[in-house]
């Protein structure tokens, strides 16, 4: 039982390119998010899918865009990598039910560092 | 803008002690309340829910939640070295689409 996979773990990017980041659950999730964490900052949501479908943007979208690929799939896309853009990128999934006790809280990957030099 | 606040620490207790983490939050319409343990250079693993006013406990970890003071807590008893980490917490509503989560405490246990 993988969870959820994250890759690249390790990417090195001039200013200007472009990337994808590609994660993939196997839980059977139907919510799957794109968080940033800084030092300092705590982790930062950029978007996230509800489910199948659907995307929405989080709290940082700007400078990314994402593609829900079918259930189990969710990639981040870099279309023109800033040096604010180094961080660390975690992939996250999780059920979810009705009422308070409806988010049951979230599984991430390992995680993709990223440096834009 | 809402927020949940923690204290970065670090926080170090000698082992078998009790840590006492806290965090606060901005946002009254939150519902679900989640501590997440991260070791260095890892990923964030979720160890504790909670959804109502009061304690859980689960092994030597026990959540507290006070929602009139806008409050959560964590407790580890018997503090092992292996707890040494980052703990998040974090809050969402229902359906947790945009949980928020805190900085992060450092917590060291000494040996």
């Known amino acids: 039982n993988a969870g959820v996979t994250q890759t690249p773990k390790f990417q090195v990017l001039k200013t200007g390119q472009s990337m994808t980041l590609q994660c993939a659950q196997d839980m059977n999730h139907n919510s799957m998010y794109w968080y940033r964490q800084d030092p300092g900052m705590g982790l930062r949501l950029i978007y996230y899918s509800a489910s199948e479908g659907t995307t929405d943007k989080g709290e940082v979208p700007n400078g990314y865009n994402v593609s829900r690929l079918n259930k189990r799939e969710f990639s981040l896309r870099l279309e023109s990598a800033a040096p604010s853009q180094t961080s660390v990128y975690f992939c996250?999934?999780?059920?979810?039910?009705?009422?308070?006790?409806?988010?049951?809280?979230?599984?991430f990957g390992s995680g993709t560092r990223l440096t834009v030099v | 803008q809402k927020e949940v606040e923690q204290n970065s620490g670090p926080l170090s207790v000698p082992e078998g002690a009790i840590a006492s983490l806290n965090c606060t939050y901005s946002d009254r319409g939150s519902q679900s309340f989640f501590w997440y343990r991260q070791y260095s250079g890892k990923s964030p693993e979720l160890i504790m829910s909670?959804?109502?006013?009061g304690d859980k406990e689960d092994g030597r970890f026990t959540a507290q939640l006070n929602k009139a003071s806008q409050y959560v807590s964590l407790l580890i008893r018997d503090s092992q070295p292996s707890d040494s980490a980052t703990y998040l917490c974090?809050?969402?509503?229902?359906?947790?689409?945009?949980?928020?989560f805190g900085a992060g405490t450092r917590l060291f246990v000494k040996a």
């Open positions: 909670i959804y109502s006013n």
């Open positions: 974090a809050g969402g509503g229902t359906g947790g689409f945009k949980t928020i």
């Open positions: 996250a999934s999780s059920d979810r039910g009705t009422g308070p006790s409806g988010n049951y809280g979230y599984t």
